[in-house]
């Protein structure tokens, strides 16, 4: 039996995605059989557990061992009520989906063999008994919507020789996580049956960043439920562990609101096309299940001309032509009056209406604020003006009413960074800002006292490089010529992977950068090419969230060791029914660094 690295490797099939904190594996063959037993335990005596370099942590002795029994049969319904689920329903959630993952959603591995593998011969061969699994402290009551920093998600997990497995976390998230890891050991066998040919195993991770996200546009062009929780599921899987939904925007408005009805009635592209309140907390419960915490994003006030579709009066600059781009990014123009009492009001109603649905799920609220264009209250009648001395008092007047509404229903404010940057406006030091359009703001963001999400558009925009979505006018055609959309070039996984959050942020700053989110805009993007479109390069910003930019030596991590590791996380998500597209051809797999430019053996 060989312990090794998992740094020395290369093509070997060994992969853990995101990379660990600390991970050893040797060469030994176990199966694991359908009728393993997953027992596992609450809080009891506190004590310290030291894992591998020094790490501790605290954890508490086996207390009330609970046999879980995961047939569909048996298993608990998900609810769908407006409760949040409990960690234990957490983890019992996981559990299932671990024999889900291992036994009906695997993967035979030839694409990382030579054409003359053998697959291990399961006869006379060790299985793995019993899995058990240790919280180690009392979950706080916000576990499934925790604000950043709040919950521990670190575990450990080892599986020795003998086929003795343990999984221990400070929290039942952190369970969530190590049974992700549990799950990657594993391998489909071609005549049935799962294998690790991987044990001893040992691992201690905890995740680098506290925030690590996927925002979703889903008002550009509309997403089925089952498409938005498939895209939970894949990001789950990378460990992440916020969900952005970026619900409603100048193009349609999806989301019904009792309160409101007409919002979406008359400003979804079709009756049928909406998320209604139902959908809505399923949603919301279906993140929280996998340690997943959705965060609703209503844009505003630029953004919002689908709300003129049913309330016309409550909009500047709608739908102008033909020369929008004066007026806003992209058609139709329209923003929120900034001096509008009937404005305050519909946002009260809104706000009353949304926020505590929003609130058993999540612990923030995010209300946009990017590209609001100064010009468009030209054709405001309460402004009638786009001079910044007499904007900008309105628009803090306009974001202290929203932020005081949502603190006052218990949420945290998000933004976007063209609040705090370029309209200069005093938000409260709760106010989380959302960073996108270069890592020069994620410095200025941190330096005025704030914490900050990163997601530079040039690395963690996932829709550029497809071209314009625009047509062109045959008197502007040749001065646009050859119609590449604002963002390209293409962002690939390895410029994907090579993104730092931290960069250009001094030492001293750095804890508030709190992660980030790759981001998948929909001007081009609908249910057809979603998947490939966010995977596998959301898994490149995943690894970089949770395990860092840099390896243990302080070096930019290497794309020659995360390339098979990614092949072999996207032959996951495929088995999970995601559309992942390939990292590589099989040839390249098999026969290790022969597709490595500049490789010497």
């Known amino acids: 039996m060989i312990i090794l690295w998992v740094s020395l490797f290369t093509y070997l099939v060994s992969a853990i995605w995101p990379v660990p904190k600390e991970y050893k594996h040797g060469d030994t063959v176990l199966w694991i059989s359908k009728d393993t037993s997953f027992d596992w335990a609450g809080a009891g005596d506190v004590g310290t557990l030291k894992f591998q370099s020094g790490y501790e942590y605290g954890f508490r002795m086996h207390s009330n061992t609970q046999p879980i029994v995961q047939d569909e049969q048996s298993r608990r319904r998900v609810k769908r009520t407006g409760e949040a689920p409990t960690g234990d329903e957490i983890i019992d959630n996981a559990i299932y989906a671990t024999k889900q993952t291992i036994f009906k959603k695997n993967f035979v591995p030839w694409k990382f063999h030579p054409r003359n593998w053998t697959e291990p011969n399961a006869q006379n061969s ?201 007026y806003c990014a992209e058609p139709p123009c329209g923003t929120l009056k900034l001096n509008s009492s009937n404005v305050d009001d519909f946002l009260k109603k809104l706000f009353d209406d949304l926020l505590p649905r929003v609130l058993p799920f999540s612990s923030y609220f995010h209300t946009g604020g990017d590209e609001v264009n100064k010009n468009a209250y ?153 998947d490939r479109m966010i995977w596998p390069r959301g898994s490149a910003a995943a690894e970089i969230l949770w395990s860092g930019a840099k390896d243990a030596d302080g070096k930019n991590r290497s794309q020659i060791d995360a390339a098979p590791r990614l092949s072999e996380m996207r032959e996951r998500l495929v088995a999970r029914g995601i559309g992942a597209e390939p990292i590589q051809m099989p040839y390249c797999t098999m026969e290790g660094n022969v597709c490595q430019l500049g490789y010497h053996p």
Request: aromatic share 10%; net charge negative; glycine share 6%.
């Open 126 to 326: 060790t299985y793995i008994s019993t899995v058990k699994i240790e919280v180690l402290q009392d979950d706080p009551q916000d576990i499934a919507k925790p604000l950043a920093g709040t919950i521990d998600e670190s575990y450990a997990l080892e599986l020795t020789e003998g086929g003795n497995v343990s999984i221990t976390a400070n929290s039942s998230v952190g369970i969530v996580r190590g049974l992700v890891s549990f799950t990657q050991l594993f391998y489909e066998h071609s005549e049935g049956g799962a294998y690790t040919p991987l044990a001893p195993v040992t691992i201690f991770d905890v995740p680098v960043f506290q925030h690590r996200g996927i925002n979703l546009d889903v008002s550009r062009n509309f997403f089925s439920v089952k498409d938005i929780e498939r895209t939970i599921d894949a990001a789950a899987y990378n460990k992440m562990n916020r969900f952005h939904l970026h619900v409603t925007d100048a193009q349609s408005w999806p989301l019904e609101i009792p309160a409101l009805p007409e919002l979406s009635a008359k400003g979804a592209y079709r009756p049928e096309l909406v998320y209604t309140a139902e959908d809505f907390a399923n949603l919301q419960y279906y993140a929280s299940m996998q340690g997943v915490e959705l965060i609703t994003e209503i844009d505003m006030p630029g953004h919002t001309s689908s709300i003129a579709l049913s309330h016309p009066e409550l909009i500047a600059a709608y739908n102008v032509q033909p020369d929008w781009n004066t």
């Open 378 to 530: 030209l054709k405001d009648d309460t402004v009638n003006s786009n001079d910044s001395a007499t904007l900008q008092p309105l628009m803090q007047k306009f974001i202290d009413r929203n932020h005081d509404q949502i603190r006052a229903a218990g949420l945290t404010p998000v933004v976007w960074e063209e609040m705090l940057l370029d309209w200069n406006l005093t938000l409260g030091s709760d106010v989380l800002v959302q960073s996108w359009q270069s890592d020069e703001a994620v410095a200025q963001i941190a330096a005025k006292g704030h914490k900050v999400l990163a997601g530079n558009y040039n690395y963690w925009y996932l829709d550029c490089g497809k071209g314009q979505w625009l047509n062109f006018d045959p008197s502007v055609s040749g001065q646009n010529w050859p119609y590449e959309d604002y963002c390209a070039p293409f962002h690939n996984w390895r410029l994907v992977y090579s993104y730092d959050p931290l960069s250009g942020v001094p030492a001293e700053h750095q804890n508030l950068v709190i992660g980030g989110e790759a981001h998948m805009w929909a001007e081009q993007t609908d249910p057809m090419n979603v």
